[in-house]
Nanobody
Framework: QVQLVESGGGSVQPGGSLSLSCAAS????????MGWYRQAPGKQRELVAM???????NYADSVKGRFIISRDNAKKTVSLQMNSLKPADTAVYYC???????????????WGQGTLVTVSS
C-alpha cells in the first residue's frame, strides 16, 4: 500500500500565493514521476505540474511562470508553490505519483485525497 497525504491549500485573494505539499508513505521502493493535477467544478481533471526523479519538470501552459514544483526524493515529498493566483486557479488539487512498490516491484499510480484551493476577492 502507498498513500499520498496532501497539506496546504485554502482561500486567497487574486494575486496572492499558496503552497501545497504532498508526502508519500507505505511500501515504496522508488517513485518515478510525482506532481499535481487539479479539477475545477464542471471540468475534467488536468495536469498542473509534474517532476521526474531526475528533476525534469513539466507545467501546464496556464501556470507557467507562476507555479513552481519542487521535490525531495529522500523525503518522498513534492511541493507546489503557487504565485499570482487567479480565480481560474480555483479547483481541488490532487497529488499524483507513479510508485514502484515493495516487495513486488509493481508500478502503481497513486492519488491523494485532494485539497481545495479557492481564489476569490
Amino acid at each position: 500500500q502507498v498513500q499520498l497525504v496532501e497539506s496546504g491549500g485554502g482561500s486567497v485573494q487574486p494575486g496572492g500565493s499558496l503552497s501545497l505539499s504532498c508526502a508519500a508513505s507505505g511500501s515504496i521502493f522508488s517513485i518515478n514521476a510525482m506532481g499535481w493535477y487539479r479539477q475545477a467544478p464542471g471540468k475534467q481533471r488536468e495536469l498542473v505540474a509534474m517532476t521526474t526523479v531526475l528533476g525534469s519538470t513539466n507545467y501546464a501552459d496556464s501556470v507557467k511562470g507562476r507555479f513552481i514544483i519542487s521535490r525531495d526524493n529522500a523525503k518522498k515529498t513534492v511541493s507546489l508553490q503557487m504565485n499570482s493566483l487567479k480565480p481560474a486557479d480555483t479547483a481541488v488539487y490532487y497529488c499524483n505519483a507513479d510508485a514502484v512498490t515493495t516487495p513486488s516491484y509493481r508500478l502503481l499510480e497513486v492519488w491523494g485525497q485532494g485539497t481545495l484551493v479557492t481564489v476569490s476577492s
